[in-house]
């Protein structure tokens, strides 16, 4: 498959038609639904755009959008109540991808050296640890907001030790296997430019 981190392909296309498609449920959140959803929408509307402001590579793009979808989807349409196993590789999908959008953004800034920094010894081992830690951070604040959202907007949300012990391990699955994937393709992940810091 080519890899394509231009701004004009059909990766990035793809990402900016589930970008429309995420306003739309805003809207249809808003009108039909009710507050909540309406904020869970505009909560995942933010999450797509983000990507593409930092300029994350077109696969993560549009991966991240896909799995932050069937997120809230599931959380709204019920499903990890109908169908709990689900809750698993979202968690885990969702986690894996947030802790490399993550890392991205944190060498970017310069919170993180690059992986090809001179100072660096083992920066593919580096990488991988990194983003696995983030990860399992990741998944303790998200973990955090859902006992915020039971507690204090919606008694169906799942909570429960078994539930959040659970969630915390298939997100840990998710960071490793995502740190170890970009350690192995490193060389690939190439960032596009960023919006936020492009000259006019």
Do not use: K, Q
Not at 20 to 48: N, P, S
């Amino acid at each position: 498959m080519a890899h394509d981190n231009g701004r004009g392909g059909p990766v990035l296309l793809a990402a900016h038609l589930l970008r429309l498609v995420a306003a739309g449920c805003v809207l249809l959140a808003g009108l039909l639904l009710g507050g909540i959803e309406a904020a869970l929408f505009a909560l995942v509307l933010l999450g797509l755009v983000l990507p593409w402001l930092l300029g994350a590579p077109a696969w993560l793009d549009l991966s991240l959008g896909v799995v932050l979808l069937v997120a809230a989807w599931s959380s709204v349409a019920g499903l990890y109540r109908s169908l709990s196993w689900i809750d698993v590789p979202v968690h885990t999908a969702a986690t894996g991808l947030l802790a490399v959008l993550t890392h991205l953004v944190l060498t970017r800034v310069g919170a993180l050296p690059s992986l090809h920094a001179p100072t660096l010894a083992r920066g593919r081992l580096g990488l991988a640890v990194t983003i696995t830690a983030l990860g399992l951070a990741l998944g303790v604040l998200w973990e955090i907001g859902e006992w915020c959202g039971y507690t204090y907007l919606d008694d169906s949300i799942l909570v429960g030790y078994d539930d959040t012990v659970g969630d915390l391990a298939a997100g840990g699955v998710g960071a490793l296997v995502a740190g170890l994937a970009m350690a192995a393709r490193a060389d690939r992940f190439a960032a596009r430019p960023a919006v936020l810091t492009r000259p006019r």
